[in-house]
């Protein structure tokens, strides 16, 4: 007797309800999910050093401690760095606020002058406006210390998760290989270390593409004589981290706050220009040589990618979505059924014939 085949317009259905199913458990359930997540991402990370340390006769326990203790340390300087910059920043706020006020008062003439509207009428326009805004933003102080309250629990959770998922690793790789069933085995082994392995490779190089990138930023900033030269250009440097959407945020709020503090105009071009020629450096140079497209995605699938973990959880989605994605490819190529989604995901040059 002839198996018959499931359409696959009956698998794309199925496919789809599945992905509505996880997209709601991510969207109900990410406060806990996206700390699981980035928990996970610094154990990978970190597992290099502890087995370091392991195979210097050091305890579990020990060198998974010194690991977190290193990455803690390492980690709070760059905060510690950024936080000294913002509060440069905001030493001069008085004047970047009389910088607007003039602004404010060019933009005026300009719509009095090409629109025909008074000043009383742009004013009572901007009153309505910013009366709007006043009634439906009662909530703003109690979401406001929500959401300082659920990043207090993120930066505590974050390495309890870590030093969890490094002391339980035996065990977590025990439970997969069990679930499955024993002629598969051959293949999560092959998942889990091809997973490993692109994402250390890709956290990595994210990281010394950023201190690339900020320093390029930085000298070109400093070249062209902008004041906050090394707060942009490492704020840059973080937001270029989100794959395609984070440099064009960059832009924007630099030139934007280039905008504020600086009377000439010439001073935002310059920066764009900066900025865009650091980006074709970016992607012609220092991402193919040191992160080497190591996830493998092709261009398509990761902007849609970002787009879809950006709708879900933000800019946490957005970052994690390009890690997500290469492990799901990795999964899709070695399941028979999945095979045609996995050649979908992958990159055209890298498809094995």
């Not at 699981?36 to 998974?64: D, Q």
């Not at 025909?116 to 009153?127: A, G, L, P, S, V």
């Not at 270029?240 to 064009?248: H, R, S, W």
């Amino acid at each position: 007797m002839i198996k018959q085949q499931t359409p696959f317009y009956q698998k794309l259905t199925i496919y789809l309800l599945m992905f509505f199913l996880l997209s709601l458990l991510i969207i109900y359930g990410g406060d806990i999910i996206i700390p699981l997540c980035y928990g996970a991402l610094l154990a990978v990370l970190l597992l290099p050093i502890v087995h370091f340390l392991e195979r210097k006769k050091m305890g579990r326990v020990m060198s998974i401690i010194i690991s977190l203790f290193l990455a803690t340390a390492l980690i709070s300087a760059v905060f510690y760095f950024l936080a000294a910059q913002i509060m440069s920043f905001a030493d001069d706020i008085p004047q970047i606020k009389q910088q607007l006020n003039d602004h404010y008062k060019t933009l005026q003439i300009w719509v009095r002058e090409h629109f025909n509207m008074t000043f009383r009428e742009q004013h009572k326009m901007i009153d309505n406006a910013t009366d709007k805004i006043s009634n439906g933003g009662g909530g703003y102080i109690g979401d406001t210390f929500f959401s300082i309250t659920k990043f207090v629990m993120v930066v505590v959770l974050l390495p309890v998760y870590s030093f969890l998922f490094l002391y339980y690793r035996d065990k977590l790789k025990k439970f997969l290989l069990d679930i499955m069933p024993d002629k598969d085995e051959y293949k999560v082994l092959d998942v889990m270390e091809e997973s490993k392995i692109i994402l250390q490779s890709y956290l990595v190089g994210l990281m010394i593409e950023m201190a690339i990138v900020a320093t390029i930023n930085i000298g070109g900033f400093l070249l062209i004589g902008l004041k906050y030269a090394v707060f942009l250009g490492l704020l840059a440097a973080i937001l270029n981290l989100i794959p395609y959407v984070g440099m064009l945020i960059a832009a924007i709020f630099c030139m934007l706050i280039t905008l504020t503090s600086s009377n000439q105009l010439s001073d935002v071009a310059w920066t764009a220009v900066v900025l865009i020629v650091v980006q074709f450096i970016d992607n012609n140079l220092i991402m193919p040589k040191v992160v080497g497209n190591k996830v493998k995605v092709n261009a398509l699938v990761t902007i849609i990618g970002v787009l879809i973990g950006g709708a879900l959880s933000g800019i946490s989605g957005m970052f994690l979505s390009i890690p997500v994605i290469a492990i799901m490819k990795s999964i899709f190529e070695r399941i028979k059924p999945l095979a045609p989604w996995g050649m979908l995901l992958s990159d055209e040059s890298t498809r094995k014939n």
